[in-house]
């Protein structure tokens, strides 16, 4: 079949697809450990309260109304109402309904945003989304209708105590000119679970707005809600930030609800995007936002059931690890939030993309560090020395996919 050069582009077999692929198969395979993709973990206090909000909605009608209609382009209108009293009322932004837009899912906002911002202009210039620290999100890779739209940079790493590392932009290289489209972070990141520090993202705003481009923050694990974050940092926004939230991570990842928070420039585009590609966002998600939100569950669930829950998971996987792997080439990302460990082995004589298929033939799912080094000017060596794991697994599955991790490690090393 002959495809457009659209087709050819987005036919590719993306890392974001294998690792989709990856969690698919292993979502389903009986005896697969799956540390590789981001699929939220079954919190039963979450799943216990998911179906009594469902029932009650089913009940009320609310269920059967959000699936029966078509809510505008913008996204469900009662939803973006009770969005921005909420983040009115508890972190005092100026902010109202014509702010916020929906999109199916958060990946999709990424699509919209940097295609509507980066890639060719009508000038005929090519402009790019500058990510100031890789690693970064796989799943932005693939995004860009034209090719090449991203340009990343190297971070600063400080050695801490207990073979812990933590990155940190390096403000000296970042270059900055009319080839710059936007900024982009995510916060926490995915895959290190790194939080970028109020002072690194004061100075990213600054520089965007010196520079007349917006700051993109991928906020889809952030505050203050999944809030899985374990650091104590203020949320940001403001009228030339553009933040991206998500319902996937506080447990409904089937539901695709992404959030996007902006001026009304980019909402009006989000909107017209959304009635051309997908006449409106899904309506399931918002009822069911909207439904924790006025029964004050929202925030509450987020600070009290979720985040205790994946901080002591990566507590419990962070103690194994270091107990299972002595190596001291082995070290940890500091996990300051998401729902992933960045593993850093220095001078592996062999590439984790390599490491990942050992692994995978023995049945544990891992994502290779490569896929997270795209847009740096030149290859790093570091890349292919590190990998990101989920640790949301029962202790069953941690204890017998981080024994396998570190007979393949040991081996490699050998
Ligand atoms: N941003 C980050 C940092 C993510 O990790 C993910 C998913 O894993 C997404 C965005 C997209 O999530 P969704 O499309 O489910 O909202």
Known sequence: MQFSKFGEKFNRYSGITQLMDDLNEGLRTPGAIMLGGGNPASIPAMQDYFHQATADMLANGELVSALGNYDGPQGKDTFLNAL??????????????????????????????????????????????????????????DT?????????????????????????????QLEIDDSVA???????????????????VAKLDELARANGVPLIIDNAYGTPFPNIIFEEVTPFWNSNTILCMSLSKLGLPGVRCGIVIANEEITQALSNLNAIISLAPGGFGPAIAKHMIESGDLL????????????????FAVALLQQSITDSRFKIHKPEGAMFLWLWFDELPITTMELYNRLKARGVLIVPGEYFFF????????????????????????????????????????
């Open 300 to 315: 509450n669930l987020s600070e009290n059931v979720i985040k205790p829950f994946y901080q002591q998971k990566s507590e």
């Open 144 to 172: 860009g209708l034209d090719d090449d739209i991203f340009v990343s940079y190297r971070p600063d790493i400080e050695m801490l105590d207990n073979r812990m590392f933590k990155y940190h932009v390096d403000f000296e």
């Open 84 to 141: 921005a009293s909420l983040l009115r009322d508890t972190y005092g932004w100026d902010i109202s309904p014509k702010n916020i837009s929906l999109t199916n899912g958060s990946q999709s906002a990424f699509f919209y945003l940097f295609n509507l911002l980066a890639g060719k202009q009508d000038d005929g210039s090519h402009k790019k989304i500058l990510l100031p620290l890789a690693p970064e999100y796989i799943g932005y890779n």
């Open 182 to 200: 936007a900024i982009c972070v995510s916060r926490p990141t995915n895959p290190t679970g790194n939080v970028l520090t109020d002072a690194e």
């Open 375 to 414: 847009g740096l000017e030149d290859d790093w060596d570091h890349a292919s020395q590190c990998l990101r794991m989920n640790y949301v697994q029962d202790e069953a599955k941690m204890r017998a996919g981080i024994a396998i991790i570190s007979e393949e490690v040991a081996k490699a090393y050998a």
